[in-house]
């Protein structure tokens, strides 16, 4: 009788409630994903606060590459993408640029573009103080800074997570919160196997996309096989690999996005 009263009171219960009395395992809430929060893309969208791809004409494709640097991968992503005379964006993390200063610099030098990914890598919520995440914002582009002489004008937070707090703190600190497109999600963060990782680029290729990879994945990293198909058939069908910021001015619909 107890177990189906408690059965009951769980379905009467609202999500949140349930999630909180029950938490699920961190990778949970890690997860890569569009995000749902108290407003949806359409909102942010429209305002130009958050960019997820741009509607082109163009050939163009933005490849970006989140949560290094790394030792290993990140040198030999950077040799792919020197090969096929491709330019990205790393949004990199504070904590890990520390460790490899030089590969930041050697993205720098290379023509790459550096963005804002946060120091640390927290997973934000939509309760997260407004200055909690802009101090994460300015502790990672001092560092950029620093490395580069560049100030970084894209932020990325952890996870795709977003809300009014995570784009109000990236506004104040002066910049454009970009995400990806939800058809290039490659999930190599999961190692799906490099299969998997080709064919939903190149199945979903489209004008103006802004395709997720990452250069530090801590198991069975597959980024790297998977660039040796997809650079050379995305050149092939005619596409010019530019940074985020170089795309952004392709965008055939009005923004409200100042630089």
Do not use: C
Request: no cysteine.
């Amino acid at each position: 009788m107890r177990s189906i009263i408690f059965r009951k009171i769980l379905l009467l219960m609202p999500l949140a409630m349930v999630l909180a009395a029950f938490p699920f395992p961190s990778f949970v809430t890690a997860q890569k994903q569009g995000g749902s929060n108290d407003k949806g893309r359409e909102y942010y969208e429209a305002r130009g606060e958050i960019v997820w791809e741009i509607n082109t004409d163009e050939k163009v494709i933005a490849l970006t590459f989140d949560d290094g640097p790394n030792a290993a991968q990140t040198p030999q992503i950077l040799d792919l993408l020197k090969q096929y005379d491709a330019k990205a964006t790393f949004f990199v993390v504070g904590k890990r640029m520390e460790k490899y200063p030089d590969l930041v610099r050697r993205e720098a030098n290379e023509g790459h573009e550096l963005a804002n990914h946060t120091y640390n890598h927290p997973y934000f919520k939509q309760s997260t103080p407004i200055e909690q995440i802009r101090q994460e914002i300015l502790k990672n582009e001092q560092l950029i800074t620093s490395l580069t002489r560049h100030k970084p004008r894209l932020f990325r937070p952890p996870g795709g997570f977003y809300s009014e707090n995570i784009v109000e703190a990236s506004k104040e600190a002066g910049y454009l919160t970009v995400l990806w497109s939800w058809h290039q999600d490659t999930k190599d963060w999961r190692s799906p196997g490099v299969d998997k990782i080709v064919r939903k680029v190149l199945d979903n290729a489209r004008n103006g996309d802004i395709v997720l990879f990452h250069d530090h994945v801590e198991n069975n990293p597959q980024t790297v096989e998977a660039l040796k198909q997809i650079l050379p058939e995305l050149k092939q069908r005619g596409f010019r690999f530019v940074t985020v910021s170089e795309l952004l001015p392709f965008n055939k619909m009005e923004s409200s996005v100042h630089s």
